[in-house]
């Protein structure tokens, strides 16, 4: 157990529409990261937040957004949900922003 | 472009049977090389972390090794609980996120 949590661990959901994905870093982590996972393309960096500021954006869709709380939990929102979609999707944490990573269990989203 | 690749794709060994992994990288400003292991259906575990070349680091029957261009992780008398996707990943030296190797997904045979 990494100490890091996300929920769901599971959703269905159908195109079009708008899902919202929770994360809970380890104690004491201020930066929390989210990634995509597909079978054909690996595990894909989406974008990064320190101390409730973003930091760093890799390959998210505009269809994609995320925030971080004050209370240092993070959400990504995804909309407009396309089959493509479908993916697990990981929430990491580490103390520093140069440090290495604690993934969470991740959510497996289904797009149907 | 900043590119991280992986070999083998895929692995097997008999318990016992010793061997290597390879990660090459072509990156800009290298800021630090990762390997992880990850389950089927789990999130990626950290193993280690390689700032500079002729870093070396071990763990149980696990070792990780750096140099200019590549790093391998050597896995000694490995063990069926062994099996797992093995992941590098590089941070570069601009920007804040992490590139991820494809994976080696690795099999130890009893």
């Known amino acids: 157990d990494s100490g890091v949590t996300q929920t769901p661990k599971h959703l269905i959901t159908a195109t079009g529409q708008r899902v919202t994905l929770r994360c809970s870093p380890r104690s004491g982590d201020l930066s929390v990261y989210w990634y995509q996972q597909s079978l054909d393309q690996g595990l894909q960096f989406l974008i990064q937040?320190?101390?409730?500021?973003?930091?760093a954006k890799g390959n998210i869709l505009e269809r994609f957004s995320a925030q971080q709380f004050p209370d240092l939990h993070s959400e990504l929102n995804l909309s407009s949900l396309e089959l493509g979609d479908s993916a697990l999707y990981f929430c990491?944490?580490?103390?520093?922003?140069?440090?290495?990573?604690?993934f969470g269990p991740g959510t497996r989203l289904t797009v149907t | 472009e900043d590119q991280v690749t992986q070999s083998p794709e895929a692995l097997r060994l008999q318990e016992g049977e010793s061997s290597s992994l390879n990660c090459s990288y072509t990156v800009s400003g290298l800021r630090g090389l990762f390997w992880y292991r990850q389950d089927p259906g789990k999130g990626p575990e950290f193993l280690f972390t390689?700032?500079?070349a002729g870093e070396e680091k071990e763990k149980e029957r696990l070792k990780a090794t750096l140099t200019k261009k590549e790093s391998f992780l050597h896995i000694t008398a490995p063990k069926p609980e062994d099996s797992a996707t093995y992941l590098c990943?590089?941070?570069?030296?601009?920007?804040?996120?992490?590139?991820f190797g494809p994976g080696t997904r690795l099999s130890v045979l009893p």
């Open positions: 990491a944490s580490s103390v520093v922003e140069q440090g290495e990573q604690y």
């Open positions: 990943a590089v941070r570069r030296n601009y920007g804040q996120n992490f590139v």
């Open positions: 390689l700032y500079s």
């Open positions: 937040y320190y101390n409730g500021e973003e930091r």
